[in-house]
């Protein structure tokens, strides 16, 4: 047992013995992180020597602040021990509100992850590979007692992506999160025997009871739920990890049954066209909030969660807004540390202080430093009080429908516009004995019959044998040959699960349709080569998928509007069809949407052959006229100001269409600037001047040259740094227009920039791009569009910036006219 007064630590020296024997060099004074809510202050309360790399931290009945202390996550080959984790208990022993004494609760366990105080004063503990409960019987403030709850069994052994995250529900139930495992098959053991099976269908979050029985899966879809609680209305909430090229991390409201779409059977980018990030697939539900990188716990403070964001070092919180029958946050940053602050746990006491464990590095691997801090509130009693929002109608609603017997109300729901409440008619009757004599036949609509199957598709994952495979069969095969989008995207996914050479044959009849809407075809394709190649992509890339929509891109049997869709998916980098078949394309289409994808295509290329296609293109007097325009813009695309003509070419000899491009490219900067224009703040002036009218053709060339495609999609080609495009089709005019003169006025958190402070003085802004893993550097994408990376020792200072990544000035770059066209590309009314 040790003993120390509150503030020891903000006067450390350098070289202190460590408790594993050996000297560990400490800053004098460990700099805290800077407190951004007025009246808290902070605290240090212990740091190492007696305390390295913490992890979860709980309190006890006894007020007892008890603290994961982590020695085997990438322990590296001299570190000195100890071989398992310990828990720590720090205590309170005059009653000052200063915690003055640690101790020893419990040594022993690899890998473990989280904690969570039981009604009866057990303490659960979750390790990668069990949740076991703890007990102190003979009251000498150590745990002599431990009983295993939970086994997890599988090949796979990555210390934080298995068991982590245990909340107590106010049903008594004990939750416990599972990371994604590598998509491993596992099996899940409770003490009683109860089971739950799978691998490769991602995170997942279970219950059971505190005494080991009655094991269920909750919902599924994370990529790692590693923190989760409780608030006082009874919500659910999680944060989790984000896929390696699909950011942000979340925020999550978890209801029963719930599927937030991710898959690592379909790859650990995210990017998957099976997979769902925010709701973006039928049967699938959106995320709260985005959070910063590698959010760790979650916890209900006054009228906010506050979230511990370990890659973005600090500490956020998030004030409930309410959507439909769930809830919507923005991000707003409490406490912001520099690169060697990573907050990981947090727990509240009584007196409304917030303790949060640091562990300091940005090394994944035990390095014997760490810290445990207190932010002291300004009232601490109206602190610990929660006030967090009360249950909206819609939510009540909800909770109604997931008790209800009525089937006739069940599948009225079902057709619901809020995800939400549709999702809690399927966890009735995912839930109900009534399920077994419901076809799609009984529900009349497209969006209807996509969640009543996905309502079979959780019945079955949840307990295999009360699907038999003939009905599971039945039931894809029959939402397959519907001609609604959303049933025969979740069947596609569904079927695409099981990973059964059965299945090609009928994805390839979808393909067959000249309807195909690109998310379905994109669907489809991604189905076919999952099945038949039996592998999952490691990047953005899909080789297999390339393969294919190059062949089916080849295929002249095929419609050109097949084709299309197939050249839209290839990316920039693909090597096939070489750019000579994409010209040839461009002659032969007599329908023009084949032409006009091949053009896209050849302009994000951007390489010599590239330019000498479209070169030649644009000059072909054979060619349609639009598709030589859009050879002009293409060109232009690879940023040319000035595009000549070879000789012989006579500019004035060229139909109308190419010849009012190339004067646009040609413009010189005066002439664009040299036209009177309202100021930005003006809107109703410039609505006057590109409120209506407009060319979409001419617009969606000025969107091929402008550089918007550098950050946006439209149409399934350009980047997806900004917002997709693509949705703005019949959308307010005005309301697009103001994003363009004001980019700042409002940014979604998806797309929030930061500000970047180096150690020699300069300022940057960028956009956080995905970096996995653990490394030494952050990489963005500034205004320009291009990717940078800074080292972490070079940054002295990094947060969150209100000016959007967008520069202001668009409309400065191009004439009135053009930005009317512009308007009328993205914004084409029905």
């Known amino acids: 047992m040790r003993s120390f007064p509150a503030r020891l630590f903000l006067l450390l020296w350098i ?38 790399t913490p992890v979860a931290c709980c309190l006890d009945s006894r007020g007892r602040l008890l603290v994961i202390e982590s020695h085997t996550h990438f322990p590296p080959e001299d570190y000195p021990g100890p071989k398992t984790d310990r828990i720590h208990a720090f205590a309170d022993t005059d009653s000052d509100g200063t915690l003055d004494q640690q101790s020893l609760f419990y040594e022993g366990g690899r890998a473990t992850m989280g904690l969570v105080l039981l009604a009866d004063d057990w303490i659960v503990v979750a390790t990668r590979s069990d949740v076991a409960r703890l007990r102190d019987e003979d009251g000498d403030g150590v745990a002599d007692r431990r009983e295993v709850l939970l086994r997890l069994e599988t090949k796979a052994e990555y210390p934080h992506n298995g068991l982590a995250g245990v909340a107590v529900g106010p049903d008594g139930y004990l939750y416990v999160g599972q990371g994604e495992n590598f998509g491993e098959p596992y099996e899940l053991t409770a003490a009683d025997g109860s089971q739950q099976v799978g691998g490769g269908e991602g ?69 998957h066209p099976l997979q769902a990030w925010n709701g973006e697939l039928p049967g699938t539900l959106p995320y709260a909030a985005g959070t910063g990188e590698a959010p760790c716990a979650v916890l209900p403070v006054g009228d906010r969660l506050w979230v511990t964001s370990w890659g973005d070092n600090r500490i956020e919180s998030y004030q409930l807004s309410p959507r439909g029958a769930s809830w919507s946050s923005r991000t707003e940053v409490v406490v912001q540390g520099d690169t060697n602050f990573r907050p990981v746990g947090m727990a509240q ?32 009693s109206q602190a610990f009080e929660s006030s967090i929002a009360a249950k909206t109608h819609r939510e009540h609603r909800a909770d109604a429908l997931r008790s209800s017997e009525s089937v006739s109300q069940l599948i009225a729901a079902l057709d619901h516009p809020d995800p939400f409440i549709a999702q809690a008619a399927i966890a009735a009757l995912a839930d109900s004995d009534r399920l077994g004599s419901l076809t799609l036949q009984n529900v009349p609509s497209d969006l209807g019959r996509s969640r009543l199957l996905a309502a079979w598709r959780w019945r079955s994952m949840c307990d295999p044998q009360s699907v038999q495979p003939s009905r599971r069969d039945a039931l894809i095969h029959a939402a397959l040959s519907t001609h609604g ?100 394309w461009i002659r032969s289409d007599s329908e023009g949407k084949l032409a006009r994808e091949s053009i896209r295509l050849l302009a994000d290329r951007s390489s010599q052959s590239a330019v000498e296609v479209l070169q030649s293109v644009m000059t072909d007097s054979d060619v349609p006229s639009d598709r030589r325009a859009d050879a002009v813009a293409a060109l232009a695309a690879g940023g040319r100001t000035e595009i000549l003509l070879p000789a012989g070419i006579d500019q ?22 040299g036209e009177t224009r309202p100021a930005a ?25 402008a550089g918007c495609q550098s950050c946006h999609t439209h149409s399934g080609r350009g980047a997806a740094t900004g917002p997709e495009l693509t949705s703005l089709a019949g959308q307010n005019r005005q309301r697009v227009l103001e994003s363009i003169l004001k980019p700042s006025r409002e940014i979604g958190p998806l797309y929030t920039p930061w500000k970047i402070l180096t150690v020699d003085g300069d300022v940057l802004n960028g956009l956080k791009t995905p970096t996995p893993g653990v490394g030494g550097k952050l990489a963005f994408q500034g205004t320009d569009g291009k990717r940078f990376e800074i080292a972490l020792e070079d940054i002295q200072f990094h947060s969150m910036s209100d000016q959007s990544i967008m520069p202001e000035g668009l409309e400065k770059t191009i004439s009135i006219n053009e930005l009317r066209d512009l308007l009328a590309f993205l914004t084409p009314q029905p």
């Open 652 to 673: 004035d000899r060229m139909p109308a269409e190419v010849q009012t491009e190339l004067e646009r490219v040609n413009a010189s900067a005066e002439s664009v600037t």
């Open 203 to 271: 995170g997942n979050i279970f219950r059971l009871r505190p005494d080991g029985s009655d094991l269920q899966r909750v919902a599924t879809g994370f990529w790692n739920p590693f923190g989760m609680c409780f608030d006082s209305r009874g919500r659910l909430w999680t944060v989790g990890n984000d896929p390696d090229a699909m950011p942000p991390c979340r925020l999550l409201h978890v209801v029963p049954s719930g599927d937030y779409g991710f898959q690592f059977r379909f790859g650990r980018a995210g990017t």
């Open 349 to 380: 006491a009584a007196d409304g202080s917030i303790y949060f464990t640091d562990w300091v590095r940005r090394d994944y691997a035990v390095h014997q430093t760490g810290r445990l801090w207190r932010l002291v509130p300004p009232d601490r």
């Open 681 to 705: 703040e003006d809107i109703q002036a410039w609505m006057q001047l590109v409120g209506s009218g407009g060319n979409a053709d001419a617009g969606r060339r000025v969107f091929m040259r």
């Open 15 to 52: 070289g202190v013995p460590s408790v594993f024997g050996t000297n560990v060099t400490i800053a004098e004074s460990p700099q805290p992180p800077k407190v951004l809510r007025d009246g808290w202050s902070i605290e240090l309360v212990a740091a190492e020597p007696d305390l390295v």
């Open 485 to 584: 989008e959303q049933t025969r995207l979740v069947a596609v996914r569904w079927a695409a699960e099981l990973q059964q050479p059965q299945w090609l044959e009928a994805f390839e009849t979808l393909l067959q349709d000249d309807d195909l809407t690109p998310r379905l075809f994109s669907a489809c394709v991604a189905g076919i080569t999952h099945v038949r190649d039996e592998t999952a992509p490691r990047g953005v890339r899909d080789p297999a998928r390339e393969k294919l929509l190059d062949e089916i891109a080849s295929d002249a049997s095929r419609s050109a509007a097949i084709r299309a869709l197939a050249v839209q998916m290839l990316p920039a980098e693909s090597k096939e069809p070489t750019d000579d078949e994409l010209g040839s």
